[in-house]
């Protein structure tokens, strides 16, 4: 497994769940991880347990993100291990689906992702990588998930375009896709207890592995994108998703 030391590492989104598995894992093999998160309380709390460094930013908002570069460029100089992990999940029919509800996901998850690759480019060195927190909901039509699959999509066409782009400073750049992974996401889809509970059981019986995964299990692929291991691999999508998109039809 390869060494991270001298690495520094971006990992949105890092106080909870994936972002929270990874950045301990990239931490344990010697970078230097920085988190971040809208809520001040629980990023500190976070950067202390974990030993990483702590920034807030919410990473919907442009001027949110150019500090956040600003503060990395002086704290850091530079990036090589940048994962766009923040993103928010919560679903609604078409018919009933609002402008906010719209916004609210493709603001953060789709807009957010792209101007924090953007402004946090001229720090990434060449040879670094870009790693994308996608879904299988991007491709498996689940009712009521039509913006959120919409935003993981727009993700899978930007991450190939990107591949392309930044090929000339040998920037690798992929997308992890997970299924169904145990999170407090699932707490936030503003579902009742007993339809999330339903919900889960019907989505982790379709899983060929037959469970959720840990958040650890998603951070192992990630560590392997981030290094050089995968040092051959970009512009592509590693599926974490114990089986699940391949047990769509019997
Ligand atoms: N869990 C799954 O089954 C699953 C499956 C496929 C893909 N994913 C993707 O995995 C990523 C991480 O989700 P998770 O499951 O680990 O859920 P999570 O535990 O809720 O983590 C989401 C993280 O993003 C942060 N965040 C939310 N809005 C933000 C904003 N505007 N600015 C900065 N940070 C923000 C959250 O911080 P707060 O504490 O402030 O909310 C939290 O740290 C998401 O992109 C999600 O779409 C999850």
Do not use: C, W
Request: proline share 3%.
């Amino acid at each position: 497994m390869s060494n991270l030391s001298n690495k520094v590492a971006v990992v949105t989104g890092g106080n909870s769940g994936i972002g929270y598995a990874t950045a301990k894992l990239l931490i344990a093999l010697g970078a230097k991880v920085i988190i971040t998160g809208r809520n001040k309380a629980a990023v500190d709390e976070a950067a202390v347990q974990l030993g990483a460094t702590g920034l807030v930013a919410d990473q919907g908002r442009l001027a949110d993100i150019t500090r956040l570069a600003d503060a990395i460029r002086t704290g850091f100089g530079k990036v090589d291990i940048l994962f766009l992990n923040a993103g928010v999940a919560s679903f609604s029919p078409v018919e009933t689906a609002s402008e906010e509800h719209y916004d609210s996901l493709m603001d953060l998850n789709v807009k957010g992702v792209y101007f924090t690759v953007q402004k946090l480019l001229p720090l990434l060195n060449d040879g670094g990588s870009i790693i994308f927190n996608t879904s299988v909901n991007a491709v498996l039509g689940v009712p009521g998930s039509s913006i959120y699959a919409a935003s993981k999509a727009a993700l899978l066409a930007i991450n190939k375009v990107l591949a392309k782009e930044l090929a000339p400073r040998k920037i690798r750049v992929n997308a992890v896709s997970p299924g169904p992974v145990t999170t407090p996401l699932y707490g936030k889809l503003g579902m009742k207890q007993e339809e999330l509970d339903g919900f889960g059981q019907i989505l982790g019986s379709k899983v060929l592995l037959n469970r959720f995964a840990s958040p650890e299990e998603v951070a192992n692929v990630v560590r392997f994108l981030a290094s050089d291991d995968a040092s051959y691999i970009t512009g592509t999508e590693l599926t974490v998703d114990g089986g699940l998109t391949v047990n769509a039809v019997v």
